[in-house]
């Protein structure tokens, strides 16, 4: 809809919603994690945090600065500096180095192009390269998401790299994916980081983590080929979150997609 521009503008107040924090928490760490730049030290990380969200504040959010929003920015703030601590702890275990930030990646997916931007791209001594995406949440959703094969994102990064503008060190290396959920400092890899050693958050999902997304992308592209268009169901909400683990927003967008939507007895 904002596309389009045809969505409905509606008035609210400045906040600190889920996903301001999430941009804030993604520039602070982009400027304190940056490529080929040193890791902090342990016992200076957090006032690097404290600067840098100070930082992101007055670039993209200038209200928060405002005395009303202390209470607010100081748990926001604590929140990051535990979120820091822990990923900088895992750069110290494995010996990982950030080689990119923010990473233009572009390609094909099922004959269509795609790109998109990832968030860190890290290497570890072994070679193995890890696109990494950072996520202002908790990691309950996402595991369930990963286990049920409908986790298409950063897998689609992955694929990406082969044809993207990267050195031949990174693309001729093999490629992992791994989201760091900064709300309880949990990691969700489908690769194995360092072999014969678990490291402390790190949960690997052993199953295809994007088999069921990429198979259901394959059927709608191939019913748009033919001409089909499928209608939603009334009850999607309840019933897309039960069988592929994602919470479908975009229902909730427009009320025009109740208006079309076909009754649960159609199934």
């Known amino acids: 809809y904002d596309r389009l521009r045809i969505e409905s503008w509606e008035w609210a107040p ?3 919603d889920q ?3 999430g941009n804030l928490a993604h520039a602070v760490f982009e400027q304190v994690f940056a490529p080929d730049v040193a890791l902090p030290r342990k016992d200076s990380l957090d006032g690097l ?3 840098g969200l100070d930082e992101a504040i007055h670039a993209h959010a200038p209200h928060l600065q405002r005395a009303g929003w202390r209470v607010e920015c100081r748990h926001l703030l604590r929140e990051i500096q535990m ?3 822990a990923w900088r702890n895992l750069l110290e275990q494995t010996g990982g180095r950030v080689i990119g930030a923010e990473s233009f990646l572009q390609g094909q997916f099922l004959g269509r192009d795609v790109r998109g931007f990832a968030d860190v791209l890290l290497q570890l001594p072994s070679g193995l390269v890890l696109v990494v995406d950072y996520k202002k949440s908790s990691s309950s959703s996402r595991v369930k998401r990963m286990e049920k094969a409908y986790d298409i994102q950063a897998s689609l990064y992955r694929m990406m790299i082969s044809s993207s503008d990267l050195p031949d060190v990174v693309k001729d290396q093999p ?3 791994m989201y760091y ?5 949990q990691l969700l890899s489908d690769t194995a980081l ?3 050693r678990s490291l402390p958050g790190l949960q690997v999902l052993e199953n295809d983590i994007s088999a069921g997304a990429r ?3 394959e059927q709608r592209f191939t019913e748009l080929a033919a001409g089909s268009v499928r209608l939603n169901f009334a009850d999607d909400m309840k019933v897309i979150e039960k069988e592929t683990g994602i919470k479908p927003y975009a229902l909730e967008r427009s009320p025009l997609l109740q208006r079309f939507s076909r009754p649960e007895s159609d199934r």
């Open 14 to 16: 400045e906040g600190l």
């Open 19 to 21: 996903l301001m924090k």
């Open 49 to 51: 945090i404290a600067a």
């Open 83 to 85: 979120a820091a601590q």
């Open 175 to 177: 490629v992992g994916v």
């Open 181 to 185: 959920l900064m709300n309880d400092q």
């Open 194 to 196: 360092v072999k014969d």
């Open 215 to 217: 198979g259901l992308l």
